[in-house]
Nanobody, 126 residues
């Protein structure tokens, strides 16, 4: 079992950048495929991006493609979400998640993730 803790959220102006971290404990993140999701007020949680445990293969939602980058540092047991060119519509609580269903093609579905962090708030002002 792994415990996930997100950090790095905050208030930023439109066009700015933030780097979110997802620190793992209990087990190494190298054992999991990892995803990032977000939930804006009054909306359902949505997929942001994903990184496989091997080769650093990544996938992104169309809404963040070209602006957000996911990376992992297995030595530090962490996964990161670099967010550039932030927009007010990026305002949400951001969650990292881990799945044991490695190599699944359903990486954008919440249901495949076994472990979730508590979330970190990102607010983008216009």
């Amino acid at each position: 079992q792994v415990q996930l803790i997100e950090s790095g959220g905050g208030l930023v102006q439109a066009g700015g950048s933030l780097r979110l971290s997802c620190a793992a404990s209990g087990r190494t993140v190298s054992s999991y495929d990892m995803g990032w999701f977000r939930q804006a007020p009054g909306k359902e949680r949505e997929f942001v991006g994903f990184i496989r445990l091997t080769a650093g293969v990544t996938y992104y939602a169309d809404s963040v493609k070209g602006r957000f980058t996911i990376s992992r540092d297995n030595a530090k047991n962490a996964v990161y979400l670099q967010m550039n060119g932030l927009k007010p519509e990026d305002t949400a609580v951001y969650y990292c998640a881990a799945t044991t269903s490695i190599y699944s093609r359903a990486y954008s579905r919440e249901s495949i993730y076994d472990y979730w962090g508590q979330g970190t708030q990102v607010t983008v002002s216009s």
